[in-house]
T-cell receptor, first 112, second 113 residues
């Protein structure tokens, strides 16, 4: 059983759709929750960073953290073909080094 | 400013060869991390440096893997006697420290034949 579970997809949606991505985790010590976007043959790029429970919005992106359920989500509104990428959830705070524990990643394709 | 850079971007090695992968972090970043990303998987932690001190190497898969950051800036990940299962993308990330945002480089894609 992995510490962080994420459905790998692939997920295919039409342009303009609302996309919902999520991860579950088992370690209650995690305190920091992130979503990274990774294009093919590129390094991960940080999209959202959340501390503890709650919601955070940035443009078309909304991140939600529910620590009681050990569940995090990323919503993408008005999805664009340029959003086609792999989305990785990541968590930290269970150690004193800041190392990230990643989910497997969900591959998203937004069709024009 | 410049981001995290890694070299080489691609490396093909014959089984049994030694390889060295280089990471140039963002200037002034105290923390440096190495991750390994297998095809279709998320990155997995290998090791962590705070300045020149290697504080966590719990993710290194075997004693064939060795990392160093002698002057607290550039880091090198060395893999001795490479095996086919070492084929992966090796990512380097740096941060100002603590739980700060980690900025990733483009990765080195290693293929062991």
């Amino acid at each position: 059983q992995k510490e962080v579970e994420q459905d790998p997809g692939p997920l295919s949606v039409p342009e303009g759709a609302i996309v919902s991505l999520n991860c579950t985790y088992s370690n209650s010590a995690f305190q920091y929750f992130m979503w990274y976007r990774q294009y093919s043959r590129k390094g991960p790029e940080l999209l959202m960073y959340t501390y503890s429970s709650g919601n955070k919005e940035d443009g078309r992106f909304t991140a939600q953290v529910d620590k009681s359920s050990k569940y995090i989500s990323l919503f993408i509104r008005d999805s664009q073909p340029s959003d086609s990428a792999t989305y990785l959830c990541a968590m930290s705070g269970a150690s004193n080094t800041g190392k990230l524990i990643f989910g497997q990643g969900t591959t998203l394709q937004v069709k024009p | 400013g410049a981001g995290v850079s890694q070299s080489p971007r691609y490396k093909v090695a014959k089984r049994g060869q030694d390889v060295a992968l280089r990471c140039d972090p963002i200037s002034g970043h105290v923390s440096l991390f190495w991750y390994q990303q297998a095809l279709g998987q998320g990155p997995e932690f290998l090791t962590y440096f705070q300045n020149e001190a290697q504080l966590d190497k719990s993710g290194l898969p075997s004693d064939r893997f060795f990392a160093e950051r002698p002057e607290g800036s550039v880091s090198t990940l060395k893999i001795q006697r490479t095996q086919q299962e070492d084929s992966a993308v090796y990512l380097c990330a740096s941060s100002l420290g603590g739980e700060g945002t980690q900025y990733f480089g483009p990765g080195t894609r290693l293929l062991v034949l």
